[in-house]
């Protein structure tokens, strides 16, 4: 059972430009969280996410960031003319239903220039 | 504004000491507490989870126990070795299905 994946695991952006960064949970894992590290802080919550419904987005900036976590396929987070200030770590975790416990993927850095 | 603290901040401790660290976190509204270890280049990784009051689990020379009335819980390690190096994470829910939030992280390093 592979584990959570996500890819890019480094993604150069120049200001303005689109950010996709993707998530896919483990087999069998019906939830998926989407935390950011911002250098020298620690993990963020930003939102969590079912097949197809978002339980709770209150960590998500309210402009130019989204998420999905369609019926089929990987989780998404989106983040629309990135600026510097969106450089950071992205890390998703993925749980089974029933229990708490996370386990994340090797996260994305992301570099806006 | 539900706020999870760690304390210390971060810690240097001498091969084969023993240390511990505490993590605070509202009493109000507790589900579970969680402990993750999160190596340097590596992601956070489940330690345990506790949700009664008084839990006490252990994991080799790794343990833990609760406090949901007081609001802490307590990581042990007994005779650190330098593969303990990392951040070590707390975290709490207030309901099944309800966001995790994290601590800021108690960095260790244990010196050969």
Redesign the interface.
């Known amino acids: 059972n592979a584990g959570v994946m996500q890819n890019p695991r480094h993604l150069v952006r120049r200001r303005g430009q689109e950010a996709r960064l993707r998530c896919s949970p483990m087999k069998g894992h019906s939830h998926v969280y989407w935390y950011r590290q911002l250098p020298e802080e620690g993990l963020k919550f930003m939102v969590y996410l079912q097949k197809e419904n978002i339980i709770d987005e209150s960590g998500m900036p309210k402009e130019r960031f989204s998420a999905e976590f369609p019926k089929e396929g990987p989780s998404i987070l989106r983040i629309q003319q990135v600026v510097r200030g969106d450089s950071a770590a992205y890390f998703c975790a993925s749980s089974p239903p029933l229990t708490d416990t996370q386990y994340f993927g090797p996260g994305t850095r992301l570099t806006v220039l | 504004i539900l706020n999870v603290e760690q304390s210390p901040q971060s810690l240097h401790v001498q091969e084969g000491d023993s240390t511990n660290f505490t993590c605070s976190f509202p009493s109000s509204n507790f ?2 507490l ?1 402990w993750y270890r999160w190596e340097t280049a ?5 330690l345990f ?1 506790m949700t009664l009051n008084g839990d006490e689990k252990k994991k080799g020379r790794i343990s833990a126990t609760l406090n949901t009335k007081e609001g802490y819980s307590y990581l042990y390690i007994k005779g650190s070795q330098p593969e303990d190096s990392a951040t070590y ?1 707390c975290a709490f ?1 207030r309901a ?10 108690t960095s260790l390093s244990v010196i050969p």
């Open positions: 589900y579970a969680h590596k992601s956070p990784e489940a989870v994470l829910n099944s299905y309800d966001k995790v939030i994290f601590g800021p992280g």
